[in-house]
């Protein structure tokens, strides 16, 4: 049942599957680009409706980028108090947008600032949310969207639909759906809308609270590479390790949650079910035991590597290749032959 004091809507007025944008600096976030992907996906088992973005503070040539990723149509939001990032005003900013332009899937990515934005916009709204999704699917005769996410701690699967409201908002963790190809011959609309916000929240200062080296590996959900640490790792000192090798590799580093806790990573590196969900071509496990919330997170790696010196470890049991031994015996062995390799090439011919 809905409840009675919530608006009433006409489902028939919503159409089409929209995508949040979430920018980085002057770049998009990746998550937004494989939602379009997946958009495209409902879109067509839903009639071939319209694929829309909303995207704030941005510029125009973000916007291209989401059209060559399969959007139709690219709403850019502009107004005052939208320069910095708030969940308020942004919330505010994205539900003008969607009450205007009425779509009836709208989806999120389950970043941080995702997973904060998007309950608020659901409340704005007066409609349903399901957050951190791993699948989703429509019911083409009833047109709800089925929202596919762990529960109970990933110990089962549950599928939820908003069968009465409308727009039907869910978030999905990075990497979840692969990147759509870029398309630059796709053609698409870019709109402009200015809200106005009031403005309820100021940054009084901001501080980045990484280590330097880490801070300067790309982020863990858009590399090829990936170097893992759990609690076998041991210490900083040993994630230190971790992170000159991922370097060597132009890799990134990850952790457990048992790692982030004990403070040898940032939470920003989490690999799993609360953290980030990875497919890199190569993901090296280094002390990793294996358990299923970590699994979630790295079982579309294409090829898995575990060192792990307890070989009933479960992560063994996935490991496309599995070494039995003491990382900081293997570790050091490795980057001393990547230093040679590194040392032995040869150098670029002279442009002279």
Known sequence: MTCTLWPQINKEEFRGVWVYLERDGN?????????????????????DVEVGAVLIAGTEEMAREAIYHGADKVVLVEGPHLDVY?????????????????????????????????????????TGITADCTALDVEPETRDLLQIAPAFGGSQIVTIKTPQRRPQ????????????????????????????????TRLLSAERRVGKDIADLPPVESADVVIGGG????????????????????????????????????????????????????YIAVGVSGAVQHLVGIIESKVIIAINPDPQAPIMNYADYAVVGDYR???????????????????????K
């Open 27 to 47: 770049r998009l976030k990746d998550v937004g680009l494989e939602l379009l992907g997946k958009a495209r996906e409902l879109a067509g088992k839903l009639g």
């Open 86 to 126: 708030s969940p308020v005003e942004y919330g505010e900013a994205v539900a003008q947008v969607l009450s205007k332009y009425k779509p009836e899937i709208f989806l999120v990515g389950a970043t941080k600032r995702g997973r904060e934005l998007a309950p608020y916009v659901a409340a704005l709204l007066t």
């Open 169 to 200: 908002i869910a978030t999905v963790r990075p990497s979840v759906f692969p990147k759509p190809p870029r398309d630059v011959g796709r053609k698409g609309e870019i709109a402009v809308e200015r809200v106005e916000v009031r403005r309820r």
């Open 231 to 282: 609690r076998g790792v041991g210490s900083a000192e040993g994630f230190k390790m971790l992170t000159e090798l991922a370097k060597l590799l132009g890799g990134s580093l990850g952790a457990t949650l048992t790692a982030v806790r004990a403070g040898w990573a940032p939470e920003s590196r989490l690999i799993g079910q609360t953290g980030k969900v990875i497919r890199p071509k190569l």
């Open 329 to 351: 015996e293997i570790i050091p062995l490795l980057i001393e032959e990547l230093r040679n390799v590194k040392t032995r090439q040869p150098e670029p011919p002279s442009q």
